[in-house]
Every structure is written in structure tokens, then in C-alpha cells.
């Protein structure tokens, strides 16, 4: 009867581990989507990871704010961490011990644009300091890729007359009415791929970096990383992964970048 009790508790305390749910932080950065849309867009990809630890409960947390975002996951307040900028995810792995699962495919790239029939040619010609430049928020991931690719080209970047803007919709706005002459997007957004199919001027492309990277915290062992990682490798193949990657902007999920993720990250803080 004792070995009866001692096999209930057991299980009871099993079932009451299995019932606690892991967490997952998502954050598009500055985009202004609200918690609701976050929440329905990554539910498929929480599914995944449920499917693939035994139904295992995972809890969507959806973060805007970067400060915030940084601190908690400094903290390691989550389980899992996918964020479309890649720099809060880079330095989980480098700084707090995370652990890379995967990062999405294709790359993001900085891309300056300007109007047609500018005189503006190419990312030299922006040491004339006279011109209106257009960026999207500061302390979004595609502004600190731009700022990085402008001062590895001599430009001093404190001397260039940038508008912030709150996303990148309002940069083509900005190009579109003449408040600019050069607007900066990243080349994932809708934005971007709407502004380069019409066949508007893109004069200068950046290096690929990494994007939209999934890290896992100290409680995901590497078995199970490894078990995610083939399913997500996978995920394009399936009828509901195409749905989740038209949704995202992403094609598909890269298993193997987990060095370039870290060179892209010492690359955008050189100073």
C-alpha cells in the first residue's frame, strides 16, 4: 500500500511538471502589431514545439518593447525566445547561456532607397550631408544594420540629417511625398518587396544577416533541440508551415547559422 501511495505521488508530481507551461517570448521589435495578431501568428510554431516535446504546454509572450525584452531575457525568464530582430537572441546564446535551435531563411539585408530620377547613385554619395534621410525607428534591427553598413563605408553616421520614423511603411511615405531623398528598409518587410517588385530604385544592398533566430533556455535539453531542429527543417513541406511562413515573411527555417549569428551580432556592436 505504501509503494501504492509513493507511485501516486510520483505521478502526481509528473503530471504537475507536464502541466506547467513553458514559455516562449516573440517580438516583430517596433513593428506596432498588438498582442492579439502576435499571439494568433506564432501559435502554429508553439504547436510545433509542443508536438515535438510530448505535448508539452508552451505559452506565447509576446514582448515590444527591446528594453524590456533584453532585461528578461537577460534574466532567463523564458524558455524560448523568437524575436525578428536577431541581436536579443544572439546575446542570449553569447551572454546567458541559450542555446541555438534554428533562425529564418532567407536573410534580411539593408536596402537604401530613393526616388526615381534621384541623383542619388550610391552609398557614397550620402557624405553630402544636405540630403533628407528617412529610417525607421532607432532601435530597430534594420536601422542598426544600415548605421553599421554606412560607417564601415567612412560615413559618420552623426552627421548624416536622419529622420526616425515609427515603421517602415512611413519610409516609403516619406520617399513617395518628397520629405526624403534616401529611406533605409530592411529587405524582408512586405515593404521592401512591394517597393523592389514595382521596379522602384534600390542603390545600395547590404550584406545578409540573419533574422527571426529561435534559441532555447538551459531547460531544453540538446535531444530535444535536435528533435526541433529536423521538424522545423521540415516545416516548408508542410501545407500549415507555408501558412506560418507567409504570414512571418519567411521561407523557411535555417538549422545551421548558429556562427553566423554570433559574427553578425559582434559586427553590428563594433564600434
Not at 505559452?59 to 533584453?70: A, E, K, N, T
Not at 532567463?76 to 536577431?86: E, G, I, K, N
Request: net charge positive; aromatic share 8%.
Amino acid at each position: 500500500m505504501k509503494k501504492y501511495a509513493v507511485a501516486l505521488v510520483a505521478l502526481g508530481f509528473a503530471s504537475l511538471a507536464h502541466a506547467q507551461a513553458l514559455t516562449m517570448v516573440v517580438s516583430e521589435g517596433t513593428s506596432g502589431e498588438t498582442k492579439t495578431k502576435l499571439n494568433a501568428r506564432y501559435t502554429h510554431l508553439a504547436e510545433l514545439i509542443s508536438r515535438v516535446m510530448d505535448g508539452q504546454r508552451i505559452d506565447i509572450i509576446p514582448v515590444r518593447d527591446f528594453g524590456v525584452l533584453q532585461d528578461q531575457v537577460g534574466k532567463q525568464l523564458y524558455d524560448f525566445v523568437f524575436v525578428r530582430p536577431a541581436e536579443p537572441a544572439a546575446r542570449a546564446v553569447r551572454d546567458n547561456g541559450y542555446k541555438y535551435v534554428a533562425s529564418g531563411a532567407p536573410d534580411t539585408r539593408c536596402l537604401l532607397i530613393a526616388p526615381t530620377g534621384s541623383k542619388v547613385k550610391s552609398a557614397a554619395d550620402l557624405k553630402n550631408t544636405q540630403l533628407k534621410l528617412v529610417f525607421p525607428e532607432k532601435a530597430s534591427y534594420i536601422t542598426r544594420v544600415c548605421l553599421r553598413e554606412l560607417k564601415d563605408m567612412q560615413i559618420d553616421t552623426s552627421k548624416l540629417n536622419i529622420n526616425y520614423v515609427k515603421e517602415q511603411g512611413l519610409v516609403v511615405d516619406y520617399i513617395d511625398h518628397k520629405l526624403a531623398d534616401v529611406g533605409a528598409l530592411g529587405s524582408f518587410s512586405k515593404v521592401a518587396k512591394k517597393w523592389t517588385n514595382s521596379g522602384q530604385p534600390v542603390f545600395f544592398k547590404g550584406r545578409p544577416v540573419p533574422i527571426y533566430p529561435l534559441v532555447a533556455g538551459s531547460k531544453i535539453n540538446d535531444a530535444t533541440i535536435g528533435k526541433l531542429q529536423n521538424a522545423l527543417g521540415q516545416l516548408h513541406n508542410t501545407e500549415d508551415g507555408r501558412e506560418f511562413f507567409e504570414a512571418v515573411g519567411m521561407e523557411s527555417f535555417d538549422t545551421l547559422s548558429a556562427g553566423r549569428l554570433q559574427e553578425s551580432l559582434s559586427w553590428i556592436e563594433k564600434r
